[in-house]
């Protein structure tokens, strides 16, 4: 018996959907490196994947999507050297060393990232040290994967002087890549790897959602407060200028401003705690850094002496930490506000990454 004819239609709408996409092969343009290449052919033997109506514009735009990933493929690990080489000299620099670097670095960078050294500190409260070996764990596979990618980039199993991923489709290219990932990792040390680091991410969120929910609460108080005096004032001059059409949204826009404005007010002056805030946690901790390394080499005794051996370098039996600290702090804090709590464009370029986890964390406990 023939399917009814509506069942007919859903079926072969169905099959036309999930049919691959019936394009040529994506045009490589000629400036694009070879690397780029492999990845537009990648995009587009997936582009069967996505919703019949956005497959032109996913192609047209392919070869731009290939060219970005090529560029962070080529920046990312230079950052993930760069960070390597950081644990490399923290591990060889001492513990007290480091501790005075990093003080010194949130003492006159802190402000620029409030929401950055919350969830860093919130990161330890929460398990830290587990989350730090498992984003090792996770930086291990991808390294694998890294070293086991370029072996089967430069393979040539026919011996034609062009490399295998040269030479075949994007399907295959995909379904080989796809192989490789799937056979190089370790799936149960990475999945838990994932969660553990997930988890400590939740964590973050949790408290600072709570620490930032009270910015929250004193902007929408400021908000409220604001509201009267300036419906007061700017009613009248609103009445006049719009349309008697437009009367009932002026009620909506004076809310809409007055919570605008509150809300940056509050962010503002949570950005200025915060910056004092790491300033002096910075300071101190830079001072008794410096301090611990001199006592532990020896410095005390040796150049103390000249000063009568009354000054003690150890921060339990001594205000000098606190004086040096606090002096540290309000010019770490003074070059803060020198530069408006914003990032100056010289450190943009090397702190973007910090910038966009800062963006990414503001954007995630605002939701």
Not at 41 to 57: D, E, F, I, M, Q
Not at 290 to 310: D, P, T
Request: proline share 5%; hydrophobic share 50%; aromatic share 12%.
């Amino acid at each position: 018996m023939a399917a009814p004819e509506p069942e007919l239609r859903q079926r072969k709408k169905v099959e036309t959907q999930n049919e691959p996409v019936a394009i040529d092969e994506a045009q490589v343009p000629n400036f694009m490196p070879a690397e780029a290449a492999r990845i537009q052919k990648l995009l587009h033997a997936n582009v069967g994947a996505a919703p019949l109506k956005l497959r032109p514009y996913i192609v047209k735009v392919e070869p731009f999507l290939a060219l970005l990933a090529w560029i962070l493929m080529k920046t990312i690990p230079l950052y993930m050297y760069v960070f390597e080489k950081v644990e490399e000299f923290f591990q060889v620099v001492p513990a007290d060393l480091v501790q005075a670097l990093f003080g010194l670095t949130i003492c006159f960078f802190g402000g620029f990232f409030p929401t950055l050294i919350a969830a860093g500190e919130a990161w330890v409260q929460s398990g830290g040290d587990d989350c730090r070996r498992s984003l090792g764990i996770i930086m291990q596979q991808l390294k694998q994967v890294k070293a086991a990618n370029q072996l089967d980039d430069a393979k040539d199993d026919d011996g034609d002087g062009i490399a295998d991923v040269n030479q075949i489709s994007g399907s295959e290219l995909a379904k080989r890549k796809g192989h490789l990932v799937l056979t190089t990792v370790n799936p149960a040390e990475l999945q838990n790897a994932i969660v553990s680091v997930y988890q400590g991410w939740i964590g973050v969120v949790a408290v600072l959602k709570l620490e930032f929910a009270k910015t929250i609460a004193l902007g929408a108080a400021i908000g409220e407060m604001i509201k009267k005096p300036a419906s007061q004032f700017a009613r009248p001059v609103l009445e006049h200028v719009m349309p008697d059409d437009y009367h009932p949204w002026i009620e909506v826009l004076i809310n809409t401003v007055c919570k605008s404005f509150a809300i940056s007010v509050a962010w503002t002056i949570q950005r200025v705690i915060s910056a004092a805030h790491s300033a002096i946690r910075g300071g101190l901790l830079f001072t008794r850094g410096i301090m611990s390394w001199a006592e532990k080499n020896g410095y005390a005794e040796k150049y103390l002496k000249m000063l009568g051996g009354f000054i003690s370098l150890n921060h339990e039996d001594t205000y000098v930490d606190e004086v040096l600290g606090w002096g540290s702090a309000a010019l770490g804090f003074y070059t803060q506000f020198m530069f408006r709590f914003s990032l100056p464009w010289v450190f943009s370029w090397l702190l973007w990454p910090a910038s966009i986890a800062e963006w990414y964390i503001v954007w995630t406990i605002s939701e």
